[in-house]
């Protein structure tokens, strides 16, 4: 019999079912409570269709530094995944530089609004 883990995801939604929480745990994590995010971005990969299915979502109080910081890091973990998984190092060096390019442009947007 092989292991299994279990995710589970609790989304607290408003009156117009806008995300005000989400909570997340993992049977494998070695915290026994709920953790608190404020966003979150799961994919999973239907081969069948050969498509991407997935599920973005984000608190209303997610301020956008804090997207641009989620997205920044998000974009250099799938290089790292994607190094790993196919070793094509050039391409997830892309996917690297084009993230430190996004980032950089992001902070150059903030200065010049005074942020």
Do not use: H
Request: charged share 30%; glycine share 2%.
């Amino acid at each position: 019999m092989s292991n299994t883990s279990t995710i589970k995801i609790q989304v607290g939604l408003d009156d117009q079912k806008v995300p005000e929480s989400i909570q997340w745990s993992a049977t494998d994590n070695k915290e026994e409570r709920m953790i608190k995010a404020k966003g979150m971005i799961v994919s999973f990969w239907d081969p069948a269709e050969r498509a991407a299915l997935r599920i973005d979502l984000w608190t209303k109080d997610m301020m956008v530094d804090e997207m641009a910081d989620f997205f920044f890091q998000t974009m250099m973990t799938m290089a790292d995944t994607y190094a790993r998984a196919t070793q094509y190092k050039d391409q997830a060096q892309e996917l690297r530089d084009f993230a430190k390019d996004f980032y950089k442009k992001f902070q150059e947007k903030q200065k010049a609004e005074g942020q």
